[in-house]
T-cell receptor
Framework: EDQVTQSPEALRLQEGESSSLNCSYTVSGLRGLFWYRQDPGKGPEFLFTLYSAGEEKEKERLKATLTKKESFLHITAPKPEDSATYLCAVPGAYTDKLIFGTGTRLQVFP | EAEVAQSPRYKITEKSQAVAFWCDPISGHATLYWYRQILGQGPELLVQFQDESVVDDSQLPKDRFSAERLKGVDSTLKIQPAELGDSAMYLC??????????????FGEGSRLTVL
């Protein structure tokens, strides 16, 4: 069964304290892994697409990486405005329907 | 900047009542999605349209939910009758054709439904 698991469920960081969020997946023939940011009460906002193991994408303090079994979202020197829920998703093996993880809720304190 | 518009933002209703949500996608986006997101979970696809045609509605509870996109532009999602378990955020998203494999979906701000 196609599945996406994110960890940790919640993460509290001090401003400037770097860390990583994990997204592990089980799907045959990965056709892409996507990261989104979701602010409270809002819809998700697309961040990155990764297609193959070893690929990396960066945006400001965020860097996403991909291996054959998981993806990491690295947050370097986070700021309070980085506080949000970060979701990852993959297309199903035999469908374009996205399978989302449950997200990691990140809180960054000044 | 173009956005996906949704209304209402918030809806409180009693069980057994009918509710409807409206979505206007970004102009030129032929693909439209309705997702349901229960608090603390990831979004789950309810229905996907390509223009006015349904591409995937396998997770839509068809005994009580219906969705239409009559002219291939805006869309309405209806629930009748609403049940307590329908309390959730209903998200509309749109994308350009052929971008499903890029993950570049543009989401609206959602409609938060509370069923009492």
């Amino acid at each position: 069964e196609d599945q996406v698991t994110q960890s940790p469920e919640a993460l509290r960081l001090q401003e400037g304290e770097s860390s990583s969020l994990n997204c592990s997946y089980t799907v045959s023939g990965l056709r892409g892994l996507f990261w989104y940011r979701q602010d409270p009460g809002k819809g998700p906002e697309f961040l990155f697409t990764l297609y193959s193991a070893g690929e990396e994408k960066e945006k400001e303090r965020l860097k996403a990486t991909l291996t054959k079994k998981e993806s990491f979202l690295h947050i370097t020197a986070p700021k309070p405005e980085d506080s949000a829920t970060y979701l990852c998703a993959v297309p199903g093996a035999y469908t374009d329907k996205l399978i989302f993880g449950t997200g990691t809720r990140l809180q960054v304190f000044p | 900047e173009a956005e996906v518009a949704q209304s209402p933002r918030y809806k409180i209703t009693e069980k057994s009542q009918a509710v409807a949500f409206w979505c206007d996608p970004i102009s030129g986006h032929a693909t439209l999605y309705w997702y349901r997101q229960i608090l603390g979970q990831g979004p789950e696809l309810l229905v996907q349209f390509q223009d006015e045609s349904v591409v995937d509605d396998s997770q839509l509870p068809k005994d009580r939910f219906s969705a239409e996109r009559l002219k291939g532009v805006d869309s309405t999602l209806k629930i009748q009758p609403a049940e307590l378990g329908d309390s959730a955020m209903y998200l509309c998203a749109s994308s350009l054709p052929g971008t499903a494999n890029t993950g570049e979906l543009f989401f609206g701000e959602g409609s938060r439904l509370t069923v009492l």
